[in-house]
């Protein structure tokens, strides 16, 4: 994973928009510095000291947190323009979760001493950098609530809405996923065996709410499969993996 020139040089578009303006971004972007991930490749794991941030310029990135009898939880599906990673402060010196490559990937990397220093520099990103903090305690929170409150049904019925979200397309009545996600990946997004994944998914096809084609899952009923994970209607750029 070899690290080239600052990304500002390189002339990379595209940024996160949800929180950062243009002028902004830009000042962070003159922080990074670029590494190449081959696909499969972990990127930095749960234990290990938290002291950057990476913004994701190509490819597609995970979030999993491992259980002590070495379960991992996907909690987060990173795609190009998003920002993510933990900083350590006196009570917090390790990240909370390991971060893996679905794709080959190209990253930008920020360390926390850069950071800090432009931050104490410029107020305006400050308050930017604040409200993306923001967005990412939201981000985290939804998800929480779905895996916990309304079981596994409810967190199901919410993954694949989300999935919809970061990958759908609209075909007349229908969404289709564009990416096929295996029974396997889809019990680590909510905390669930296979075998339960695969009853479920069997139940709502019965139902009528999904169907099969080419083994892509389309959602057939979208109000329905809100109703079983008691919707609320956040955002798509909220309600996503």
């Known amino acids: 994973m070899k690290v080239t020139c600052p990304i500002s040089t390189m002339n990379k578009g595209g940024y996160n928009t949800q ?33 950057h941030l990476y913004y994701l310029i190509s490819g597609a990135v995970k979030l999993t947190k ?42 930008g990397i920020i360390q ?18 604040m409200k993306w903090m923001g967005y990412m305690q939201r981000f985290t929170q939804t998800k929480l609530r779905d895996l916990m409150f309304f079981g596994k049904h409810g967190a199901l019925a919410s993954t694949l809405i989300r999935i919809a979200n970061t990958y759908g397309v609209e075909e007349g009545s229908s969404i289709r996923m564009t990416t096929k ?42 109000d329905k499969l809100k109703a079983i994970c008691h919707c609320e209607g956040c955002p798509k750029n909220i309600c996503r993996l």
């Open 19 to 51: 929180s950062f303006s243009k002028d902004n971004f830009i000042k962070l972007e003159e922080l990074m510095y670029e590494q190449q991930v081959k696909r499969g490749e972990t990127i930095y794991w749960e234990g290990n000291e938290s002291n």
């Open 66 to 107: 491992s259980s002590d009898e070495g379960k991992d939880l996907v909690l987060y599906h990173f795609q190009a323009g998003d920002l993510f990673g933990e900083f350590h402060d006196d009570s917090h010196l390790q990240n909370s979760f390991s971060a893996e490559a679905i794709t080959d990937c190209s990253l």
């Open 112 to 129: 926390q001493k850069d950071l800090e220093t432009i931050l104490w520099q410029n107020g305006d990103l400050a308050i930017e950098f």
């Open 181 to 222: 996600f295996t029974n396997t990946e889809l019990a680590d997004l909510i905390g669930a065996t296979r075998e339960t994944v695969n009853r479920m998914l069997n139940q709502l096809k019965k139902d009528d709410i999904i169907a099969y084609d080419g083994g892509a899952i389309l959602i057939e009923d979208l």
